[in-house]
């Protein structure tokens, strides 16, 4: 693998697809540094900056009441609708603009890894405030991420957590928690959950403020025994004992693994570091990742948020129709962000590549090509014909193309929107 | 990542063993299947098999409304008497179910009681890969009808999953089912067949991944627009996807909604497809709260989908030789929780419909009081069932698909 290649490996993996510019930057700086540079940004990111978050107004539930009329509540329906969608174009937009990529796609890792979905929770102010927490803890250690999530309160509706009381535990949190976001199956017992459970009792959320609070009166704060250790636990305690397990780091580092290298190569051992920024240095410096280029099935929304990188198109600055079309591409490829099929997250590899999904990426990638900045279009005219699917190769950031692709791309030289088109959905472009 | 772990990852991300993605899962159009009409003997059987996923709430399915138990231990959530649809003195259905309900007084529907397996695990993901597998002791990567596939000669038209990703249980370790995708088909502008069809080669050296994408472009050469008609039917139902009501958490199932799959199997039987076995499913069934309306509204769906399957299934010679079984990965726990849900629970029923299937009981219904930590304790192994399903609906010896088990349900056929 060339020096170049290498650091456009890192990188998109690491991010959300990065540019020509960038790899060129990247490999002039070094692979080292490159790495370095991902880790700790060290300066403020300008393109995040320009893309604040949204300033919600109340959840228009809140001025409900057991006497508001079927319109009202329509009407509140809607309103609420509106809002999510309002803050998953936010995201998208933000994906695109932001020049700390790392941090952009482990806001997107660890939504999948906690994976709850609008579609119980419904309150966009609410999910927005789960996005902030994951984005506050992300990179650091685990602990506080857990403990924080605990009291979350999208992850306590999406999980029941509001209806688990000291009379009547409900195990749905307790459960997910230990097998899917910290643990991993078969490192706890039934007993586990069940006490874990009773240790998250009186955790509410107000529906009106959109905040978690705790209602002693609800809490059981009797003796409990989680995974042989026994005491008064209570949420942040039980969010303490699951966080020290040595299973919990290697299991998420697993997880960490799975998503940034993919399955065909088995993660190394001792990926796990003190913090989630350490182990993706260990994930990202392992001699078996550089083993994983050209494996990686692209999940929709990194496809799509790459796409728009590279080719100079920012979801904001469309107009409407477009930017529906967008997100209405990202529901036929089955990825919106917010709106995970299962708590158990988002599939990956093969799963993504089907028929319908192909369908899916054949419009947009009609749609990308037809929007692509001009100024990025003319990169590509500038080469002459016969250089064209190497120009565009640089374009999208792709090492190269097989005797196949490069049959298909051939003929569409002259047709330089085609041409990106074509790109976007050729199996070097989809699987990096 | 741990054997376990890993292989975890492989069925629940719905990413299927590696012998199931080198035999070209999901290769396969409708029109592929279509292709086959004819091919097979008219005298055998068709399984149709339905999951519900989420684990569904059998004691609020099948009730057992006679038992004192049943209502002391889930005061709020249990039916009332004169809701119920009346089975006999002591079980009754779930107010919803009143297709299965009619079907059941003509002796259509069986119902194999207290379902389970031993040592029940409750998580979603792992007691949902040990139906799959039919590997209790230790889910492997193969699915049970997968196996049933590689002894069947590996075609993977005989299995066939109307679900976007392959379901684990039809992946083989030397064949899989195909998975034909609900696909949408509006053309796609702008790229020409041509281009498309370059895409379609195969690469030397390439990874698996990069192969599949391109065999992507093969199979959607051939996808027909058949296909089309069921999609802009299924539409009207996923306009609006969020009411009012709050919904479980999602742990899987398709989206497509659960008729307009039975509505695609119906038309493959009609026109005397060859494949063997069908794989449909349907999601939402974790009721952790609020269960009692939730419940309600998709065994209403179920229902639906059931018996107007089973209504067009009965109009035609074909038609007449399919079997449904419908089942989900565990039942919920006797006592309600607090907030009107049930946690994960245990044994539970599987509904059986269809060609030569006796109606009425079969297995004993567990005690709601001499329970298992609060569940119900098994009394049938899933295993009988499956064993059955290969020997009288698919003609096939269960030994080398099931580990030689030689349970069976006595009087099911």
């Known amino acids: ?432 | 990542m741990d054997t376990l772990t890993r292989r975890r990852f492989l069925l629940t991300s719905g990413v299927v063993g590696a012998g199931a993605l080198a035999a070209g899962a999901g290769a396969y159009s409708l029109r592929d299947l279509l292709d086959t009409a004819g091919d097979r003997d008219p005298q055998s059987h068709t399984l149709v098999l339905v999951t519900l996923y989420g684990g569904n709430d059998g004691l609020n399915t099948v009730i057992p409304y006679g038992d004192p138990a049943y209502r002391a231990a889930r005061p709020e959530l249990a039916y009332p008497d004169n809701e119920v649809r009346r089975l006999d003195d002591d079980f009754g259905l779930n107010p919803a179910l009143e297709g299965l309900h009619q079907r059941w007084s003509q002796g259509g529907l069986a119902i194999v009681r207290g379902v389970g397996y031993p040592k029940p695990d409750r998580s979603h993901f792992r007691s949902m890969d040990i139906w799959h597998t039919a590997q209790p002791d230790r889910p492997g990567t193969t699915g049970w009808l997968g196996r049933w596939l590689d002894g069947a000669g590996g075609d993977p038209r005989l299995a066939v999953s109307f679900e976007p990703a392959l379901p684990p249980l039809l992946a083989g370790a030397r064949s899989a089912g195909a998975a034909v995708p609900v696909a949408d088909r509006k053309a796609a502008k702008g790229l020409s067949a041509e281009t498309l069809k370059a895409f379609e080669a195969a690469e030397p050296g390439e990874s698996a991944a990069r192969a599949r994408a391109a065999a992507c472009f093969a199979d959607l050469r051939s996808v027909d627009d058949m296909i089309r008609q069921v999609r802009d039917s299924a539409e009207q139902d996923t306009a609006d996807p969020d009411g009012e009501q709050a919904p479980a958490t999602a742990t899987g199932g398709a989206r497509t909604p659960l008729d307009a799959q039975l509505d695609l199997v119906a038309q493959c039987v009609e026109a005397g497809v060859s494949t063997r076995v069908f794989s449909v499913s349907l999601g939402g069934f974790d009721t952790h709260a609020d269960e009692k309306q939730l419940q309600a509204v998709l065994l209403g769906q179920l229902d639906r989908a059931l018996t107007g399957f089973a209504d067009r299934m009965g109009r035609t010679d074909a038609g007449r030789k399919v079997v449904v079984a419908v089942y989900s990965e565990f039942g919920r726990r006797v006592r309600a929780n607090a907030s009107d849900g049930t946690d994960h629970g245990t044994a539970s029923d599987v509904l059986l419909l269809g060609a030569g299937v006796h109606g009425g009981w079969h297995g004993e219904a567990p005690s709601l009081t001499d329970l298992d930590d609060g569940d119900l304790k098994y009394t049938t192994d899933f295993r009988d069932v499956y064993a059955t399903l290969l020997e009288r609906v698919l003609d096939t010896d269960p030994g080398p698909v099931l580990a030689d088990w030689r349970g069976r349900v006595d009087k099911l056929f």
């Open chain 1, 1 to 432: 693998m060339s020096d170049r290649e290498a650091v456009a490996h890192l990188l998109r993996r690491a991010t959300f697809g990065p540019t020509a510019d960038e790899v060129d930057a990247a490999e002039r700086a070094g692979a080292a540094a490159t790495l370095d540079r991902l880790l700790a940004p060290g300066r403020a990111d300008r393109g995040a900056a320009a893309t604040p978050p949204p300033a919600l107004p109340a959840d228009p539930y809140a001025a409900l009441t057991k006497e508001s009329t079927r319109e009202q509540r329509q009407k509140a329906n809607a309103e609420r609708r509106k809002q999510l969608q309002q803050v998953t174009e936010w995201w998208l937009d933000r994906m695109v603009a932001a020049e700390d990529g790392l941090t952009e796609k482990l806001v997107f890792f660890w939504h999948g890894h906690w994976a709850t979905s609008a579609q119980k929770v419904k309150s966009a102010r609410v999910m927005q405030g789960q996005l902030e927490t994951l984005r506050r803890h992300g990179r650091g250690p685990f602990g506080p991420l857990v403990a924080a999530m605990v009291r979350d309160p999208a992850l306590i509706i999406w999980l029941d957590g509001q209806k688990n009381t000291r009379k009547a535990p409900n195990e749905n949190l307790a459960r997910e928690l230990m097998e899917l976001f910290t643990l991993g199956i078969g490192a706890y017992t039934e007993a586990d959950v069940k006490a874990g459970a009773r240790a998250l009792t009186g955790w509410t959320v107000d529906r009106g403020t959109g905040t978690a609070r705790f209602e002693a009166r609800r809490h059981d704060p009797g003796e409990k025994t989680i995974l042989g250790h026994s005491g008064r636990f209570d949420a942040e305690a039980y969010a303490g004992l699951l966080a020290a397990e040595p299973a919990t780091a290697t299991f998420v580092a697993g997880r960490l693994w799975f998503r940034y290298a993919g399955t065909d190569v088995p993660a190394p051992d001792g990926l796990a570091g003190t913090d989630t920024t350490t182990t993706l240095r260990a994930i990202f410096s392992a001699p078996a990742f550089a083993q994983t280029r050209g494996t990686l099935v692209k999940q929709p929304v990194e496809w799509m948020v790459g796409a728009l990188r590279q080719l100079g198109i920012r979801p904001s600055a469309l107009p409407e129709q477009q930017r529906k079309q967008l997100l209405g591409g990202l529901n036929a490829l089955d990825q919106v962000p917010l709106r995970p099929p299962s708590v158990g997250g988002w599939p990956a590899g093969a799963a993504w590549l089907t028929t319908s999904s192909l369908q899916a990426r054949l419009r947009l990638a009609g749609m990308l090509a037809a929007a692509t900045a001009p100024a990025v279009l003319a990169r590509l005219t500038a080469a002459p014909a016969a250089g064209r699917p190497d120009a565009l190769a640089r374009l999208l950031v792709v090492d190269g193309w097989g005797a196949r692709t490069r049959a298909a791309l051939t003929p569409l030289a002259g047709e330089p929107r085609k041409l990106l088109a074509a790109g976007l959905i050729s199996p070097e472009y989809t699987v990096s």
